[in-house]
C-alpha cells in the first residue's frame, strides 16, 4: 500500500541546532517527493522537490534534504535553525500511478527554543 | 511565481446556508485542482480533484451534493460548502498543478465556522 510515514510527530530544538526530519515512503517504484512547509493558519509552502538526478537537493530557506533509496527515506535537514522556523513540515509523495495525487505525511510539528 | 489564493480566509455561516469558497492561480494556468480539508494538528485529507471543465473526481466519503466543485477556467476553482452544518466547520485548502507537472501549490487556506 502507498503510504508516507514520518515517525516523529513533535521536535524541539533550540536554536542554533542542526535539525533532521525524517520521512520514509513506500511502494516500490521510485516516486517523487516534496516538502512543505505549513505555518499556524496558512497553506503549504513548498520547500523543495525530488524527481531524479542528485540526490541531495537544495530548497528554500537554507533547506536540504537526501534521497535514499536503499532507506526508502528523504530526510529534510538544516544545519542551523531560526526561530521562524517553528511550523508544521509535511512529506509528500506522488506515486505515478495516474492519478498523481500527493500522498501526505502526518506532520511534524517543529517548535524552537531561544 | 506559482501563487494561489484563496477567498475569504476565513467565514462564519449560519447551520443551513452554503458557502462557496473560490480558489485562483494567480500566475499560471491549472489544468488540475484539489481541495483539501484539514482538521486541527492534522495532516491534509483530499475531498476531491478537478480537471479543468470536467466533472470533479470525489474521494470515498465526501459528499459530492454537500461539497460542490466547479473548475470553470484555468486559473478557478470553487468549492460550495451547501446546507452546512456544524460538523463542516474546518480549514479548507486549496491547492493547483499545472500541465505535466507533478508539484502542488497551495492556498493559504478557508477557516469555516458553522454556528
Known amino acids: 500500500a502507498q503510504s508516507v510515514t514520518q515517525p516523529d510527530i513533535h521536535i524541539t530544538v533550540s536554536e542554533g541546532a542542526s535539525l533532521e526530519l525524517r520521512c520514509n515512503y513506500s511502494?516500490?517504484?521510485?516516486?517523487?517527493l516534496f516538502w512543505y512547509v505549513q505555518s499556524p493558519g496558512q497553506g503549504l509552502q513548498l520547500l523543495l522537490k525530488?524527481?531524479?538526478?542528485?540526490?541531495l537537493v537544495q530548497g528554500i530557506k537554507g533547506f536540504e534534504a537526501e534521497f535514499k533509496r536503499s532507506q526508502s527515506s528523504f530526510n529534510l535537514r538544516k544545519p542551523s535553525v531560526h526561530w521562524s522556523d517553528a511550523a508544521e513540515y509535511f512529506c509528500a509523495v506522488v506515486y505515478q500511478t495516474g492519478a498523481n495525487n500527493l500522498f501526505f505525511g502526518t506532520g511534524t510539528r517543529l517548535t524552537v527554543i531561544p | 511565481g506559482a501563487v494561489v489564493s484563496q477567498h475569504p480566509s476565513w467565514v462564519i455561516c449560519k447551520s443551513g446556508t452554503s458557502v462557496k469558497i473560490e480558489c485562483r492561480s494567480l500566475d499560471f494556468q491549472a489544468t488540475t485542482m484539489f481541495w483539501y480539508r484539514q482538521f486541527p494538528k492534522q495532516s491534509l485529507m483530499l475531498m476531491a480533484t478537478?480537471?479543468?471543465?470536467?466533472?470533479?473526481?470525489?474521494e470515498q466519503g465526501v459528499e459530492k451534493d454537500k461539497f460542490l466543485i466547479n473548475h470553470a477556467s484555468l486559473t478557478l476553482s470553487t468549492l460550495t460548502v451547501t446546507s452546512a452544518h456544524p460538523e463542516d466547520s474546518s480549514f479548507y485548502i486549496c491547492?493547483?498543478?499545472?500541465?505535466?507537472?507533478?508539484?502542488?501549490?497551495f492556498g493559504p487556506g478557508t477557516r469555516l465556522t458553522v454556528t
Open positions: 491547492s493547483a498543478r499545472g500541465r505535466g507537472a507533478y508539484e502542488q501549490y
Open positions: 478537478s480537471n479543468e471543465g470536467s466533472k470533479a473526481t470525489y
Open positions: 525530488y524527481f531524479s538526478g542528485d540526490t
Open positions: 511502494y516500490g517504484a521510485t516516486p517523487y
